[in-house]
């Protein structure tokens, strides 16, 4: 079975502060991970995608995210926020198998001045 | 570049009315189409997919139906609504090659009274 975890339901941060926002993945084969974005009343937007490779990958907006195999992970992180990243973040997982992907409950980020 | 647009943008309708909700996709031929529905505040749920022209293939049953009438258009309908299909449906397009990156429309809101 695969499911994804976000364990975070809200993350308040600072403006200008770092960002780490977790995932956690449950799937037996190769997972194909995906990082979206959602601002309100909005469809999503792709921020980032594993597919193999160098377990940290660059997505949009100074986003990037590390894949860990041996954790079952693939958290967001970004150095500096903005107000404008205030958002929901979703980690999606996607595989070979089917044509079936499984989003995460979403985190929702909220940035203070 | 490709495009998609979902149609109508917002809806309310009363309970046991009919629906359809359309989504066109522009610039690429043979895509994969998604269904997704988002319950407000919520995580997205895959409701269907098709790889191919006239063939749907249902993933959770919400007492809605999906059709694929031609190769850039995906049709979400039932002859019934309930209280319970009230969200945000998102449709989404890939390359033909499952795990791809799923690309949204932004979303019809739909609303039953």
């Known amino acids: 079975a695969q499911s994804v975890t976000q364990p975070d339901a809200r993350v308040t941060v600072s403006e200008g502060a770092s960002l780490q926002l977790r995932c956690k993945y449950s799937y037996s084969g190769t997972p194909y991970l995906f990082w979206y974005v959602q601002y309100p009343r909005q469809g999503l937007q792709l921020l980032l995608k594993?597919?193999?490779?160098?377990?940290v990958v660059q997505g949009v907006n100074g986003f990037e995210a590390e894949f860990s195999k041996s954790n079952s992970s693939f958290h967001l992180r970004k150095a500096s926020v903005h107000w404008s990243d205030s958002a929901v973040y979703f980690c999606v997982l996607g595989n070979t198998g089917n044509y079936k992907y499984v989003f995460g409950a979403g985190t929702r980020l909220k940035v203070i001045a | 570049a490709q495009t998609i647009h979902q149609w109508p943008v917002a809806e309310i309708k009363a309970v046991g009315s009919p629906l359809s909700l359309g989504c066109t996709i522009k610039?690429?031929?043979?895509?994969?189409l998604y269904w997704y529905w988002q319950a407000t505040g919520g995580t997205l749920q895959q409701l269907f997919y098709?790889?191919?022209?006239?063939?749907v293939e249902s993933v959770v049953q919400l007492n809605l139906s999906a059709s694929r009438p031609k190769d850039d258009q995906f049709i979400l309908s039932t002859e019934k609504l309930l209280l319970s299909h009230s969200g945000f449906y998102l449709c989404?397009?890939?390359?033909?090659?499952?795990?791809?990156?799923?690309?949204f429309g932004s979303g019809t809101r739909l609303t039953v009274l």
């Open positions: 594993y597919y193999s490779g160098d377990p």
């Open positions: 610039g690429k031929s043979s895509p994969n």
């Open positions: 098709s790889i191919t022209v006239g063939q």
């Open positions: 989404a397009w890939s390359r033909d090659i499952s795990a791809e990156t799923l690309y």
